[in-house]
Structures are given as C-alpha cells and as structure tokens.
C-alpha cells in the first residue's frame, strides 16, 4: 500500500485504522447539544467532554445535501467538483435536470482514489439518489437503505444485505432508512472491517422535528447507541453534516415563503426571468421544495445590477449576489448558476410561483435550509487532533484531512 495519496490537490495518510466518516444530514450542531442534556446521548456527550475533539465547520453554499455530500468526498468545493444543487438548470440542454448523475461530477472522490489503491472501502447512503454520485469510479461496497432490496454482488459489491442488517426495508420517509445506514454500518465493521468507510444519513427527522423534541433526541439516541459501537469496533469516527435546518415558518405555523417567481413575473412581466430552486427533487414532502437558496435567470435585455439591488431591497432577502461574486464569494462553478443568487433570511424560504409549490404533505411547521443560515455544522472525531492554527476555518470538506492526517498519532 502506499504511504500517502493525493486527490484533487490534497494529500491524504494511509489509515491506521479503519475510518469512519459520517454525514449526518441536516446536524445542526444543537441537536446533539440538546440530546446531550437531555442524557440522550452519552457517547456524544464524552466526545463534547473532550475524550474526543470537537469543531464547529462551514458546509459549503448551497447548504443542500447534495452539494456538500460531493464536498465532502472530494475534499474540495462546488468550484472542483461541479456539483451545486440537487437540481439545477443545463444549460447545453436547454433544461432543468436533476444533478444526481455522475456525467455531472467533474473530480475523482478520496473513496475511489483510496479504492484504487487498494483500500477496502464501503459506502451506505440513505436515499439512493447519491450512491452513483458517491460511488462514482469506487471498487468495493456500495449500496443505498432506501433500495438495500435489490444489491447486487455486480452492482453493489455486496448482496443478502436484508438478512444481514435484521431490519425490513425502511420507508424512504423514515428515521429507520438512517439507522439502517448505521447499523448496515456496523455489520460490514464487523464483518469485512473496511479501511475507509462512508455513511450518510437523511434528514426526515430533523425537517419534522426541532433541537430537544423527543423525535429528535430519540433520533440521536440512536446514532449515539450506533457511534459507541463503531467507536468499541476499533474505528476512527469522523462525524459532520450536510447543512444545519432551520425554522422557516411564522407563529401561526404557516411556512414563511417568498414566491420569487411570481415577484419576477409582476416586475418584468411572466416568465421573462426563471427561478430554479436547487433543492428540488423528487423526495418533496417533507419540505414542499422549499428552501432558503434560489437561482435566477435574467433575460439578457435586463439590467442585472437593478434586478438584483431590487431583490435585495425585500425584507425576506438576506442576500443577492451576481454569477460573478457568488462563484467567488461560495465557492460555485459559473457555469451551473444563475445570472444571480439568492438568499433569504434565517426563517424565510424561497418558492417559484404558489401554484407551484404543494405544501399539502407539510403536516407539521416548515423546517428547512439551502441560505447562510444552515451553513455552520459539526464537526466531530473520536480522537486528539494535533494543534492546528486557531484562525482555521474548518470546512464540512476537512472530514477526511481531519480523520486521516491531523489526528494524534498520524504522522
Ligand atoms: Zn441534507
């Protein structure tokens, strides 16, 4: 094996030990706060207690899953690896595509460089909608909860996958297609002990159910149960997120929205400009593709600068930047966004036009996340980290430099 390895401009140590790098989707870090004081998570709560080391990190902009799942596994931004949205607009098709395809992916990952190089390396994601993303050009194990029926030994690297987790086949809206992730996870520790492993959740719970709930501390009791055993099974944990979830809804319990479509259509006229929303995909109902991040497109005849510095002047609007300074400012490759960026306040989501938008599936308050508010995550391992300059700015995408090269012990 070798020493080291180098992927997208970053080198990585040969693991010691086996690594386990979670992301646990939609962690704002006050989930594990309040199941901590809740007594609901006691390994959690002896890693904050300093057995482990403890960041909080910057995801990457859009504060969606997909975007920083890629970052995550390239060790790099949007900018490198090409993927900005669960959904985007193509511009040499002339339409709105789901990214989900690894046509779109413009990098290698560090699972499948490590894979090549002769590591044993697994992947487990909830939804399945990433496995092709995160497995792209990876040897070993990889496979989804939300399809864990149908592996291949061609396919997925592994099969019986039922049989050996002992669990049925979770529903995609669900808080068991996660634990299925971890205790998938724990199987495979058991069994193949993998060099490298990745594991990534969904964010069902945590778009239903606010920091400190009982759904929510159940839902980190049972990371905590599952961490405690990787942690036993000898394993490097690295645990960070996607994004944060925020609140966006008023007292009444209504969704706060601003439908940007439809503001475009009143100033320039109906569908003159295009907004696209990257959050969508075809798992809606638990948001109503609703986030608080929007493209928009601007017919060429108008002045971008007014149309931007109009948007901006909206008090649900946090922000609104030019392709130019958001490719800049958070890290986005300019060809996949819009002639601007948009993003709205903290408890504000942004929506296309209202008729658009089916929020029948809402049965509880909107929680969500796509702006700069989510954007601030955790950034856990089980280890000593050796000292690193205080004015670091941790990224979501410093999991696998953390887990590898900055621990105590590597060299
Ligand atoms: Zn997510």
Not at 27 to 49: D, F, K, M, N
Request: charged share 20%; proline share 6%.
């Amino acid at each position: 094996m070798p020493t080291h390895i180098t992927v997208n401009g970053r080198t990585y140590r040969w693991m010691d030990r086996p690594l386990v790098v979670i992301c646990v989707d939609g962690c704002q870090y006050e989930y594990i706060s309040a199941a901590v004081a809740a007594g609901a998570a006691p390994y959690l709560g002896r890693l904050l207690a300093g057995s482990g080391t403890c960041f909080i990190a910057d995801s990457v902009m859009p504060s969606f899953t997909n975007p920083n799942n890629l970052s995550i596994v390239t060790g790099v931004p949007p900018s490198v690896h090409g993927i900005c949205g669960n959904y985007f607009f193509d511009p040499e098709r002339g339409e709105e595509v789901m990214m989900n395809d690894p046509r779109y992916l413009r990098v290698g990952t560090i699972l499948a460089a490590f894979s090549q190089a002769g590591a044993k390396v697994a992947v487990i994601t909830a939804k399945d909608k990433l496995r092709k993303l995160l497995g792209h050009r990876m040897k070993g194990i990889c496979f989804s909860s939300e399809k864990a029926d149908q592996v291949t030994l061609d396919e997925n690297g592994i099969e019986n996958v039922l049989d050996r987790v002992g669990m049925p086949l979770p529903s995609v809206y669900s808080a068991a297609l996660s634990e299925f992730v971890f205790v998938a996870g724990i199987k495979l520790m058991e069994k193949e002990r993998p060099d490298l492993m990745y594991l990534s959740t969904t964010d069902y719970i945590q778009h239903k159910a606010a920091p400190g709930t009982p759904a929510a501390n159940d839902f980190y009791a049972m990371i905590d149960r599952n961490l405690a055993r990787l942690d036993e099974l000898g394993a490097t944990i690295v645990l960070t997120a996607d994004h944060g979830m925020n609140a966006k809804h008023g007292d009444d319990g209504q969704p706060n929205v601003i439908y940007l479509q439809d503001t475009l259509d009143a100033w320039l006229g109906a569908n003159k400009a295009r907004v696209i929303l990257p959050i969508t995909d075809p798992y809606v109902v638990h948001h109503g593709a609703l986030g608080s991040f929007a493209l928009v497109y601007l017919p060429a005849t108008e002045a971008q600068r007014a149309v931007a510095a109009r948007i901006a002047a909206l008090p649900e609007i946090e922000m609104v930047l030019t392709r130019a300074e958001a490719a800049a400012k958070f890290e986005l490759p300019s060809d996949r966004i819009g002639d601007l960026v948009v993003v709205s306040q903290r408890d504000t989501a942004i929506g296309t036009s209202r008729n658009r938008h089916d929020l029948s599936g809402l049965d509880v308050p909107l929680r969500s996340h796509g702006g700069t508010s989510e954007q601030q995550v955790p950034l856990l391992v089980n280890r000593g980290v050796n000292k690193q300059p205080d004015t670091r700015r941790w990224r979501n995408f410093d999991a696998f430099d953390l887990g590898l090269n900055l621990v105590t012990g590597a060299s």
